[in-house]
C-alpha cells in the first residue's frame, strides 16, 4: 500500500508536465495552431464544463458513460467536464453563429476530460489541437482534412505515417441492403473493427445473405491499401448507398493525389471504428513508432441538426500528448531554450546589474538574475543546468570595477567589455533585438 | 532497411505448436528450451518475444510487438484494441464451469442465483453469469485453479480445459460451456498501416499454414 503522505498524491488520470515536458507540449501546440493559421482557421475557446444533457445530444454512449459529472450548485443540474469539443462547437455554430457566411474555419486548443482506462499516451485529461470546417458538403473539405493532416504530422517533424482513411456510409449501405436487426449489426460492426476473419465468417453463416452480399461481408476484413481498393470494392458492391460512397471516396482520393499525398494515405472499406460518430470519409493517422492513432477527424454532418440546425461540417484534431510520443519513438527532439542572459553581479549595490537587466529585455532578450550569494563556479554551473547563453559576471575578481565578464557557457569562451559600453549598444556585442520581444 | 517486425509468441502450451507453424513457414531463430526472452531471424527481419500468455495482448496493443500469438480464450477476457485477422486453428481448447462431483449430483444449475467462483478470467466469468441473472462472488487466482473447490476457497471453478483429464484426476465435473478457444494471430493496429507491406506479406504466409479442422 501507498504510504506517502496524501498531500503528495494525484489522483489516476492527470500528469504534469515539468517545465523541459511543458516546453515541448508548448512547442508542439504551436506548430499545430501555426498549421491551422496557415490554412485560415481562426481559435475558438470553449467552456470547461456545461450540461451534461447539452452535450450528451453530441455524443456518443460510449462516450457519454466517459464523462465526468458533477451538480451544478445552482440549478441542481448535471454538468459535465468536455469529453469532446466537437459537440460544443456544434453547438457554439448551431446557436451563435448560424447567421455567419460559410464556411467556417475554427480551431481550438484545449485539455478534454474522459473517465477510461489507460491507453497509449493517453490520461484521464489530455490535450487536443484540432479544427472544425463548417458550412461544406463537397470532397474538397473533406481532402483538407487529410491534407492539413499530412501537415501537421511534417510539422512535428514526424516520418513513416499513414492516414487511414475510410467511408463510414459505404457499410451503412450494406447493413441498409442485409435489412437486419441492430444487435447483429453490431456483431458485425464489432467483428469487423477487430478485422476478425474468423467470427465474422460465423455471422455471415448465420445471417445467410445473398451470395454477393456475404463475399461482400467476407471480403471486407481485406479491403483496404492503395488506390486498387476503390476497384476492388466497386466490382463488390451491389447497392446505391455505399456506392454512392465509394464514388465519393474515389473523388476524395483524387484530390488528395493533386495535393501530392497519395502515398501517405492507406483507403480502408473495411475500418468501421468511427462508424457510430462520422457521416462520411473519416480517418486516422499512424506513425511507425506509436501504436495507437495520433489525429483523427471526419464528416459529422448531422450533428449540427441535433443542435436544431442542419449544415454540413468535418474536422479532425491531434492528441498533444500521443504526438510528443510518437516525436520520442521516432528521435524527433524538441530544442529547449533557456534564457539568453544570467546576470551575476559581486556588488553589494546590483546598479549595474538591474538596469542591464532592464536594458536586454526591452531588447527581447530573456534574462533571468542569480540573486543567490554563492561562488562564481557554482552560479556558473546552475546557468549552464538552465541552458543559459551567455553569463554576464559584475564585480568579479577578473574585471574592473567599470567592467563586466561575458561568458558563453557552451564553448567557454570569455570576453571584457565595459560596462557602459553594452549598456548603451547592446546590439554590438550580442545578436540579440532581431527577434522581437517576448521571444527568449 | 525497414525496421524489424516483432513478433510476440506465448509461453506455455501454444508455444511449440506455434514454432512448428513458424518452421513450416522457413522462419527460425527460436530455442524455444533456451531461457532467453528475445531471438531474431534478422535475415527475414523478424524479432520474437516469448511471453507470458496474458501479457501478449499488452505488448501488442501498445506497438512494442508488431504482432502477437496469443489464445482466443485470452482475447475474450482482456479485450485488447488490436486487430484480429487469422484464426490458427491450434491450441483448441475450451472454458468451462467445474465444480465437484459431490456438489454437482445434488446441484440444478437452473436454481443458481448466487455462485462463488475461482477463476484467472474474471471479466469472462462476471458477462457469462450476470447474463444469466445469477450473481457472482469472484475469487481470483493466477493457476492451479482446480485446487480452490478441494480446499473450500470457491465451491466452483471457472478454467479451461483441453482433455478434462485435470478435472478428472481433481474430481471435478463440467457443468457449463463458456466458450471455445483456439490461438489467433493479433496484429497492433498501427503496425497494420505503417508496416503495411511486411505485415500483410506475413499475414498471408501464415493464411496458408492454416489447415481448418
Known amino acids: 500500500m501507498d ?25 508542439v501546440e504551436e506548430r499545430l495552431l501555426s498549421v491551422f493559421t496557415r490554412w485560415g482557421y481562426r481559435e475558438v475557446v470553449t467552456p470547461t464544463y456545461e450540461y451534461a444533457d447539452v ?22 443540474r448535471l454538468l459535465a467536464l468536455r469529453a469532446d469539443i466537437t459537440p460544443q462547437i456544434a453547438r457554439i455554430v448551431a446557436t451563435r453563429l448560424r447567421d455567419e457566411p460559410k464556411p467556417l474555419r475554427l480551431a481550438y486548443l484545449t485539455n478534454v476530460f474522459r473517465y477510461g482506462e489507460p491507453q497509449v499516451g493517453r490520461y484521464r485529461e489530455f490535450y487536443q489541437a484540432g479544427v472544425e470546417l463548417v458550412g461544406l458538403e463537397k470532397p474538397e473539405a473533406d481532402a483538407e482534412m487529410i491534407a492539413m493532416s499530412v501537415e501537421g504530422l511534417r510539422v512535428l517533424g514526424l516520418g513513416r505515417f499513414q492516414l487511414n482513411v475510410g467511408q463510414a456510409d459505404f457499410f451503412r449501405g450494406i447493413l441498409e441492403e442485409l435489412k437486419i436487426e441492430r444487435e447483429q449489426g453490431r456483431q458485425l460492426q464489432d467483428a469487423l473493427s477487430r478485422k476478425d476473419a474468423s467470427t465474422l465468417e460465423q455471422l455471415v453463416r448465420e445471417l445467410a445473405p445473398p451470395a454477393s452480399t456475404a463475399e ?14 476503390l476497384e476492388q470494392g466497386a466490382r463488390l458492391v451491389k447497392n446505391p448507398r455505399s456506392e454512392r460512397a465509394l464514388a465519393n471516396l474515389a473523388e476524395v482520393h483524387r484530390l488528395l493525389r493533386a495535393y501530392g499525398l497519395a502515398d501517405a494515405v ?5 475500418e468501421v471504428r468511427g462508424f457510430d460518430y462520422y457521416s462520411g470519409v473519416y480517418f486516422e493517422g499512424y506513425v511507425s513508432g506509436l501504436g495507437a492513432p495520433l489525429c483523427g477527424g471526419g464528416r459529422y454532418d448531422h450533428m449540427l441538426a441535433r443542435f436544431g440546425y442542419d449544415c454540413p461540417a468535418t474536422g479532425f484534431a491531434f492528441d498533444v500528448g500521443r504526438a510528443l510520443l510518437a516525436m520520442e519513438a521516432q528521435g524527433v527532439s524538441v530544442p529547449l531554450v533557456g534564457p539568453d542572459f544570467f546576470i551575476i553581479d559581486f556588488t553589494p549595490e546590483k546598479i549595474v546589474a538591474l538596469s542591464l537587466s532592464r536594458r536586454l529585455r526591452d531588447l527581447g532578450a530573456g534574462v533571468a538574475r542569480d540573486i543567490i550569494t554563492r561562488e562564481l563556479s557554482e552560479s556558473l554551473a546552475y546557468a549552464r543546468g538552465q541552458r543559459v547563453r551567455w553569463a554576464l559576471v559584475i564585480g568579479g575578481p577578473k574585471t574592473a570595477a567599470d567592467e563586466l565578464l561575458a561568458v558563453e557557457l557552451a564553448t567557454g569562451a570569455e570576453r571584457t567589455i ?19 520581444p517576448g521571444h527568449a | 532497411m525497414n525496421k524489424p517486425l516483432t513478433l510476440a509468441l506465448p509461453k506455455g502450451r501454444l508455444l511449440a505448436p506455434a514454432l512448428k507453424m513458424l518452421r513450416s513457414m522457413g522462419l527460425d531463430g527460436v530455442e524455444a528450451d533456451s531461457r532467453k526472452l528475445i531471438f531474431s531471424d534478422e535475415r527475414r527481419g523478424l524479432r520474437f518475444l516469448i511471453l507470458k500468455p496474458a501479457d501478449v495482448p499488452t505488448y501488442v496493443a501498445y506497438g512494442a510487438a508488431d504482432l502477437g500469438i496469443v ?10 484494441d488490436v486487430y484480429e485477422p487469422l484464426d490458427l486453428a491450434f491450441g483448441f481448447c475450451r472454458l468451462v464451469v467445474a465444480e465437484p462431483m459431490a456438489l454437482w449430483e445434488r446441484d440444478d444449475p437452473s436454481k443458481w442465483s448466487w455462485v462463488r467462483v475461482a477463476t484467472k478470467y474474471p471479466n469472462l466469468t462476471e458477462r457469462y453469469f450476470s447474463e444469466r441473472g445469477i450473481q457472482v462472488e469472484m475469487v481470483r487466482l493466477d493457476g492451479s485453479i482446480e485446487l480452490a473447490p478441494l480446499v473450500g476457497l470457491a465451491d466452483r471453478i471457472v478454467d479451461l480445459v483441453q482433455s478434462g483429464e485435470t478435472l478428472r484426476a481433481n474430481g471435478l465435473v463440467e457443468v457449463a460451456e463458456i466458450t471455445r478457444s483456439t490461438a489467433r494471430l493479433i496484429v ?25 479442422p
Open chain 1, 418 to 436: 565595459k560596462s557602459a559600453d553594452l549598456l548603451k549598444a547592446p546590439a554590438t556585442w550580442f545578436p540579440i533585438g532581431t527577434r522581437g
Open chain 1, 55 to 76: 452535450l450528451s445530444l453530441g455524443t456518443d454512449e460510449t462516450l457519454q458513460e466517459q464523462m465526468f459529472r458533477l451538480v451544478d450548485r445552482d440549478t441542481g
Open chain 1, 3 to 27: 504510504k506517502r503522505p496524501f498531500q503528495t498524491q494525484l489522483p489516476k488520470g492527470v500528469k504534469i508536465y515539468l517545465p523541459d515536458e511543458a516546453a515541448a507540449k508548448r512547442s
Open chain 2, 71 to 80: 489464445g482466443k480464450d485470452i482475447l475474450l477476457e482482456q479485450e485488447p
Open chain 1, 216 to 229: 461482400l461481408l467476407l471480403a471486407l476484413p481485406d479491403l483496404f491499401g492503395r488506390e486498387e481498393v
Open chain 1, 266 to 270: 492507406i483507403l480502408d472499406l473495411g
Open chain 2, 188 to 212: 497492433n493496429r498501427a503496425s497494420l498501416k505503417t508496416e503495411y507491406s511486411p505485415v500483410s506479406r506475413l499475414i498471408d504466409q501464415m493464411k496458408k499454414q492454416v489447415t481448418r
